[in-house]
């Protein structure tokens, strides 16, 4: 495995590598990541991970500087995986002058954790787009724990004619059933503990809906109630359709669940899939 740090040097090394699989990555991997270069090894000759702390994607006064950066344990894990090149640019190689240039992300981004996180998806689409022109990929790798931002990068994509297939991964989970995440570790002990909550509220509200229960605004205040009477600071639980993120209505058939909230200073997020039950009240 390779590891390289400018554009000038990682163009050279793609330029007959195709066809190339990417995984786009802010590094401190987990099994989560690494299921995504798993799945990158069957779509391509050249597996291309990239590790870069995105300053453009964090609020101000997030976690940029305390984000964990852990280079050389990555690699590691990458090659192991199967990864046949690592691009690990430091800020000044993606950014060599102030980023004036941005993209703006639709106004699906606008919504759930936009509407908390201002600024973010737009940080996002544009190291991403930096990102493709850099690798010119022919297919990438983004998990479905980050359900909106996957979104945005198909939207992205296709309003942009990138010719990039974008395949959404599925949530790697710990045995508790809290999805894995980088931001995981800065849980204490009875954080950790109390974290799965969110997932099985979310559980709660897939097994209501697929049982046929439709008051779906009576069932999402429950979920919130439920995690607020623990400790979260919730930040939404909503009920969307899959295709594209607009509010659930009852009659609609391929829906996902998602939740964002904070434990103490850590915000998580997660989310299902489900499929609405037979149309009844309940």
């Not at 691009?87 to 703006?104: C, G, K, L, N």
């Not at 295709?243 to 909230?261: Q, T």
Request: one cysteine or more; glycine letters at 8%.
């Amino acid at each position: 495995m390779e590891l390289i740090h400018t554009v000038a040097e990682l163009r050279a090394r793609l330029a007959n590598a195709h066809p190339i699989a990417f995984v786009p990555t802010m590094g401190n991997l987990h099994q989560g990541h690494l299921a995504l270069a798993t799945a990158a090894r069957g779509r391509g000759k050249c597996v291309v991970a990239s590790i870069f702390v995105n300053r453009l994607q964090f609020e101000p006064g997030s976690d940029f500087e305390r984000y964990p950066r852990t280079l050389a344990e990555d690699c590691a894990k990458l090659e192991r995986a199967g990864c046949d090149v690592v691009f690990a640019p430091d800020e000044r190689e993606m950014y060599p002058q102030p980023q004036e240039i941005v993209v703006s992300p639709p106004k699906l981004a606008e919504q759930l954790c936009g509407s908390f996180r201002p600024g973010h998806f737009q940080g996002v689409a544009t190291v991403v787009t930096k990102l493709f022109h850099v690798v010119v990929p022919d297919v990438a790798m983004f998990g479905k724990k980050d359900y909106q931002q996957l979104h945005v990068i198909r939207a992205l994509v296709r309003q942009l004619n990138f010719a990039i297939e974008i395949v959404g991964v599925e949530t790697v989970r710990e045995p508790d059933g809290l999805a894995m995440s980088s931001r995981n570790g800065y849980l204490s002990g009875a954080e950790r503990a109390e974290a799965p909550r969110l997932n099985r509220a979310l559980q709660g509200v897939r097994a209501a809906v697929e049982g046929g229960a439709r008051d779906f605004d009576a069932l999402l205040a429950a979920a919130s109630a439920e995690l607020a009477s623990h400790g979260w600071r919730v930040d939404y639980v909503a009920l969307r359709t899959r295709s594209d993120l607009a509010a659930a209505r009852p009659g609609d058939r391929d829906l996902v669940v998602l939740g964002a909230g904070w434990l103490g200073s850590t915000r998580l997020i997660d989310n299902l899939e489900l499929a609405a039950g037979p149309d009844r009240a309940r």
